[in-house]
């Protein structure tokens, strides 16, 4: 980073290509010092090397493929913003995104975490979780739009520089549900399942969603909490694709689909519409709350119940 910044080609493309090439290393690291043990013990053919590893690859290369798109579908509106806008524009988009993948990256440790005890159970055992684990992930992203009010407080304290930037992290926020469940639940369940190609699939047509929406809206308007919106929708989408049409493929059926729109809409038409009704204020969080408190407690409440009761019980064993 720091040569970057002397050599002036700090921009979001070389930060993506640097942190890509950075990761990769410990890989080849490992793959060079696991090499170098094999020739001590034995001489290998590249025929029999290859014959040895090719069932992982095959395994883990839609895998690898299909994350690198996830990260695509999750930044390519910065990335477009980086290049088409001027840096002040930029650094208030970043910084939105900044505290947004703060939070969808304690999500993601949720995925890690649930990847283990998905491939321990049956089949039925999966299908009975899963509406379960979505309930826990959309109730948490609804509670977590309730932070807006104190993270606003905050910055207008401490970073004033960047209260333009308010906005758009109110707009991104409301993907963080759909982006949440895509990524904590959808993904390990592809993989528990056996289901890379569906995963890889599903990745890579959201991918071309996002370059072709997320484009579009930008050849047509200078708007950027259009392009903020655009990605909302465009992570929607490739909820409801996952839910109706790849997720049954992997033996996942989701019952609860339209449960999880209309949730998401109440939350997220309470958020945006009741500050424009009455400011940005704590009457405002108040109101969200309850309705929040409301929905969850109607929609989603036994699910709860029903989610701390399995999360109370020990994993199967392996």
Not at 225 to 247: D, E, P, Q
Not at 249 to 256: D, N, R, T
């Amino acid at each position: 980073i720091g040569t970057l910044i002397a050599l002036n080609r700090l921009t979001y493309l070389s930060v993506i290509v640097f942190w890509i090439v950075a990761d990769s290393l410990p890989a080849l690291v490992g793959a060079v010092r696991l090499s170098n043990g094999f020739a001590s013990v034995q001489r290998l053919s590249l025929e029999t090397l290859l014959a040895g590893i090719r069932p992982d690859l095959m395994r883990g290369a839609p895998i690898l493929l299909a994350n690198l798109a996830w990260i695509g579908i999750r930044t390519f509106d910065r990335l477009v913003v980086n290049l088409t806008y001027s840096l002040d524009t930029f650094a208030q988009y970043v910084f939105a995104g900044s505290v947004l993948s703060i939070l969808l990256g304690m999500v993601n440790v949720g995925g890690n975490v649930l990847f283990p005890y998905l491939t321990r159970t049956s089949e039925s055992a999966r299908q009975n979780a899963y509406g379960l684990i979505e309930a826990v992930l959309l109730v948490g992203w609804g509670g977590s739009l309730l932070a807006l009010a104190p993270v606003r407080w905050l910055i207008g304290v401490w970073l004033p520089a960047y209260q333009p930037s308010l906005p758009i992290l109110s707009i991104l926020m409301l993907g963080l549900g759909f982006a949440a469940v895509i990524g904590a639940l959808h993904s390990p369940y592809f993989v528990a399942s056996g289901r890379q190609d569906l995963y890889l699939l599903s990745l890579v047509s959201g991918l071309a969603a996002m370059l072709v929406t997320v484009g579009a809206v930008r050849f047509l308007t200078d708007d950027v909490h259009l392009l903020a919106v655009t990605w909302v929708l465009v992570l929607g989408g490739i909820y409801l694709l996952n839910s109706l049409r790849f997720l049954p493929k992997a033996g996942i059926v989701p019952s609860g689909v339209g449960r999880a729109v209309l949730f998401w809409a109440i939350c997220a038409g309470t958020s945006v519409l009741v500050p424009l009704a009455v400011g940005e204020s704590w009457i405002a969080s108040a109101v969200y709350l309850i309705v929040f408190g409301l929905a969850t407690v109607l929609m989603y409440g036994a699910h709860l119940r029903a989610a701390w009761r399995l999360l109370r019980e020990p994993a199967p064993a392996g």
